[in-house]
């Protein structure tokens, strides 16, 4: 069956550590894949997309890779921030017009 | 602020009663969709709408009605709903609904209670 894997614990880190988050995938060949992020009770916001033939893509604070032989990408959030705190969702877009979410990463960052 | 808006914001309605969920966006976006979330849980597809037409139906109850007017509008109508339908709603839109349709823009959503 199709799959998307989030780290599923939270992620506590110190302010202006890099904080790393990982989305495992099986069974897709997306097209690209985004990440979103969703503060509670409201909607997720776009951060970033990178498509499959893209191995790094850098907006500002934040980077994510895509690699689709190991069927994985890493998102990460450098200098990080206690308003950076947040869940991260990984998204791929599959052949059709579905965009398909993961189970988020929930990220604490601590002044 | 988003530029996909949805109303009501909460919504706590009976087994037994018939309400709406509305979401307009004036982006241009041809692809509009309807998104549940329950508590620590990702966002469920439920529809998606493209150039106004219904493209995808994931297996949704037909107590819950889609229904796009028009390019900007899109409606979820409810209909004696069950307690365990309560959950965040999100509507969200992109560019087009094909492969390369771009990112989802959320609204904020309507937080459905029923009770």
């Known amino acids: 069956s199709q799959k998307i894997e989030q780290n599923s614990e939270a992620l506590n880190i110190q302010e202006g550590k890099t904080a790393t988050l990982t989305c495992n995938y099986t069974?897709?060949?997306?097209?690209?894949l985004q990440w979103y992020r969703q503060d509670p009770g409201r909607g997720p916001v776009f951060l970033l997309l990178?498509?499959?033939?893209?191995k790094e893509k850098r907006k500002e604070r934040l980077k994510v890779t895509f690699d689709t032989t190991l069927k994985q990408s890493l998102f990460h959030i450098t200098a990080s921030q206690p308003a950076d705190s947040a869940t991260y969702l990984c998204a791929l877009r599959t052949g059709g017009f579905k965009t398909i979410f993961g189970a988020g990463t929930r990220l604490f960052v601590k002044a | 602020d988003t530029e996909v808006t949805q109303t009501p914001k909460h919504l706590v309605m009976g087994m037994t009663n018939k309400k709406s969920l509305k979401c307009e966006q004036h982006?241009?976006?041809?692809?509009m969709y309807w998104y549940k979330q329950k508590a620590k849980k990702p966002p469920e597809l439920m529809f998606v709408?493209?150039?106004?037409?219904?493209?995808i139906n994931e297996s949704v109850p037909s107590r819950f009605s889609p229904e796009c007017p028009n390019s900007s509008l899109l409606n979820l109508h409810l209909h004696a709903l069950q307690p365990e339908d309560s959950a965040l709603y999100l509507c969200?839109?992109?560019?087009?609904?094909?492969?390369?349709?771009?990112?989802?823009?959320f609204g904020e959503g309507s937080r459905l209670t029923v009770l």
């Open positions: 990178i498509r499959e033939n893209e």
């Open positions: 982006m241009g976006h041809r692809a």
């Open positions: 069974n897709y060949s997306p097209a690209y």
């Open positions: 969200a839109s992109s560019p087009t609904a094909g492969p390369t349709g771009g990112e989802l823009f």
């Open positions: 709408y493209s150039y106004e037409k219904l493209s």
